[in-house]
């Protein structure tokens, strides 16, 4: 079975700043992968590569075999690529259910009773419904970043790419936030994860990359990668070991 997505020989420099310098790997259907690395790294810019946000200077970025690279975020999103933010924007002025209502009918083409059960779903699965009714602009940090990936699950996606959803939450907040990307990636649908909470990765990921220097210097399993002395010197500050905190 060919992978879901695959990023050949991606390359994309800002000015001098090299971002990624000849960028390949790929991501199997329903796979859970986790990304790490230095800030600076490009993380953010491969996340923004793929979703389409960001056009690489050289390379193709292929999602369920199609390569991509000309189709514009709505599009790509419409193919089943949904992404969140590091900083969630939602629209403050409408209602939970409504901000999940409008991605559902956005990014999934849904209509009627089809774009409400999505929402309905994508409520449910990351346990906003009692929130439903609630204006998006009064909800805690925790909240408004499950309504970020609410709002990212009902455009129907088979791949789910997470900008650091548990940055400033607390360990409880964070257990939780886990469970939802879990119950996600139970479904089906792959995720990518970019994240400095590294706890939260090991907990949810069976694969991580490191990035640094516009290349991917580790990729494999979670502790391995971890403990690769390569990785080890670009990556310093992390507590790896911390991890074992999350169940």
Same mark, same amino acid.
């Given at each position: 079975?060919?992978?879901?997505?695959?990023?050949?020989?991606?390359?994309?420099?800002?000015?001098?700043?090299?971002?990624?310098?000849?960028?390949?790997?790929?991501?199997?259907?329903?796979?859970?992968?986790?990304?790490?690395?230095?800030?600076?790294?490009?993380?953010?810019?491969?996340?923004?590569?793929?979703?389409? &946000?960001?056009?690489?200077?050289?390379?193709?970025?292929?999602?369920?075999?199609?390569?991509?690279?000309? *189709?514009?975020?709505?599009?790509?999103?419409?193919?089943?690529?949904?992404?969140?933010?590091?900083?969630?924007?939602?629209?403050?002025?409408?209602?939970?259910?409504?901000?999940?209502?409008?991605?559902?009918?956005?990014?999934?083409?849904?209509?009627?009773?089809?774009?409400?059960?999505?929402? *309905?779903?994508?409520?449910?699965?990351?346990?906003?419904?009692? &929130?439903?009714?609630?204006?998006?602009?009064?909800?805690?940090?925790?909240?408004?970043?499950?309504?970020? *990936?609410?709002?990212?699950?009902?455009?129907?996606?088979?791949?789910?790419?997470?900008?650091?959803?548990?940055?400033? *939450?607390? &360990?409880?907040?964070?257990?939780?936030?886990?469970?939802?990307?879990?119950?996600?990636?139970?479904?089906?649908?792959?995720?990518?994860?970019?994240?400095?909470?590294?706890?939260?990765?090991?907990?949810?990921?069976?694969?991580?990359?490191?990035?640094?220097?516009?290349?991917?210097?580790?990729?494999?399993?979670?502790?391995?990668?971890?403990?690769?002395?390569?990785?080890?010197?670009?990556?310093?500050?992390? &507590?790896?070991?911390?991890?074992?905190?999350?169940?």
């Amino acid at each position: 079975m060919a992978p879901l997505l695959e990023l050949v020989h991606v390359k994309k420099r800002f000015g001098q700043v090299t971002i990624a310098e000849d960028v390949s790997f790929a991501v199997e259907q329903g796979a859970a992968v986790g990304i790490v690395g230095p800030n600076g790294a490009g993380k953010t810019t491969l996340f923004g590569v793929v979703s389409g &946000d960001v056009r690489p200077d050289a390379g193709d970025v292929v999602f369920d075999g199609r390569v991509v690279n000309r *189709l514009d975020p709505a599009a790509r999103c419409r193919l089943g690529i949904g992404r969140t933010y590091q900083v969630p924007r939602p629209f403050d002025k409408m209602t939970v259910f409504e901000n999940v209502l409008v991605a559902a009918q956005q990014g999934a083409r849904a209509r009627g009773g089809v774009s409400h059960a999505h929402a *309905l779903r994508a409520l449910e699965s990351t346990r906003l419904s009692d &929130d439903a009714n609630r204006l998006a602009g009064s909800l805690g940090l925790l909240q408004r970043k499950r309504l970020e *990936l609410a709002r990212a699950i009902a455009t129907q996606p088979r791949l789910l790419l997470l900008d650091e959803v548990a940055g400033g *939450l607390t &360990d409880l907040e964070v257990r939780e936030l886990v469970d939802v990307v879990r119950a996600a990636n139970a479904q089906g649908i792959a995720v990518i994860w970019i994240e400095h909470v590294v706890r939260a990765l090991l907990a949810t990921v069976d694969r991580l990359l490191c990035l640094a220097g516009g290349e991917v210097i580790g990729d494999g399993l979670p502790r391995d990668v971890l403990a690769s002395p390569r990785v080890r010197d670009v990556y310093l500050g992390t &507590d790896a070991t911390a991890a074992e905190s999350v169940a």
